[in-house]
């Protein structure tokens, strides 16, 4: 009786599952036509009549879903993934993971639901902000030597555009990608201070902090601009020397970290083959389960703890 109430309780589920997966892949494609609707109308007036647009009640709105607000974490990362892949990513993992608690491990339907659901969605938000921080710090590496050839330009008489056309052509990576984005905003019509905004809420680091209110105060009021991206560029590489002194002075603290979080479950793992039997209560018993997931997210606590301690802001 049981058995058959997990089956009804799973087949339940997984319908509830796959109509969710259509239905946002149905609100994927549907926001993608009037994305792209949108993109073509903008196009055109920005080319036949250069007027300055501003923002439409639609962006508002996507701005505040959650689809837009997926998308803009997902734009501030090199992960090459929609939000409807990445919602369908999530919902077959919660299916997995549900169909492993209820049928093979014997965890309640009903208290499996949380944990299923909460254990792909917290991963893949790690994943997401891990994969942000990598961007930022490599946009943030090759930036001063953006910031020279953007100079160069500059002093060879290029005007804006064409300056942040050469380093478009030079660079790779994340500087690559997003200085693409800024010439062709500036392309289609929209203002260097506005580009430059748009680019620093897109990577919110100090650095393009720097460099966008620099560059827009300098365009705004006529000053000396190659000679302040030089200063610019000089000021990250010394900022940039201080975060790697920072991080090697904190090394010891990152290692005692890493060490006392691996050693759990070495210790673990050496007990499980020494005497696989002495561990059995901690999987086999309802009350050994419990003690084992306090354990564990205590030690999760912990780790973070140490991180939080020995990561430095510089």
């Known amino acids: 009786m049981t058995l058959n109430l997990n089956l009804v309780i799973f087949a339940v589920l997984l319908v509830l599952f796959i109509g969710l997966a ?10 993608r036509r009037r994305n792209l609707a949108r993109l073509r109308r903008i196009r055109s007036e920005v080319e036949i009549y250069g007027v300055k647009l501003g923002r439409t009640k639609l962006d508002k709105h996507a701005s505040k879903s959650l689809s837009g607000r997926v998308q803009r974490h997902l734009a501030q990362t090199n992960l090459k993934v929609s939000v409807a892949e990445l919602l369908v990513q999530i919902s077959l993992g919660v299916l997995g993971l549900y169909s492993i608690l209820v049928l093979l491990l014997g965890i309640s339907p ?9 254990i792909p969605v917290a991963t893949v938000a790690l994943f997401i902000k891990i994969a942000k921080a990598r961007y930022r710090n490599a946009f943030t590496e090759q930036l001063p030597e953006a910031l020279d050839i953007f100079a160069r330009g500059l002093r060879a008489g290029r005007p804006v555009s064409d ?9 790779k990576g994340a500087i690559h990608r997003e200085f693409s984005r800024c010439y062709d ?3 289609m019509g929209t203002t260097l201070p506005k580009t430059l905004a748009r680019l ?3 990577i919110p680091t100090a650095e393009v902090s720097f460099f966008s ?3 827009s105060l300098q365009s705004e009021t006529g000053g000396n601009l190659i000679e302040t991206m030089e200063g610019l560029a000089g000021q990250l590489r010394e900022r940039r020397k201080l975060r790697k002194k920072a991080r090697a002075l904190s090394s010891e603290a990152r290692a005692s970290a890493v060490i006392l979080a691996a050693l759990p479950f070495a210790v673990t793992f050496a007990i499980a083959l020494l005497n696989g039997a002495y561990l059995e209560p901690l999987y086999a018993d309802p009350r050994g389960r419990m003690m084992a997931m306090v354990a564990v997210t205590s030690i999760v606590l912990g780790v973070l703890m140490m991180i939080r301690m020995g990561k430095l802001d510089v």
């Open 200 to 202: 620093e809420t897109r």
């Open 185 to 187: 905003e500036i392309c």
């Open 163 to 171: 300056s942040l056309g050469i380093v478009v052509n030079t660079a």
């Open 22 to 31: 259509l239905c946002l892949l149905i609100h994927a494609d549907r926001q």
């Open 213 to 215: 209110v620099a560059t």
């Open 110 to 118: 009903f208290f499996a639901i949380p944990v299923a659901v909460g």
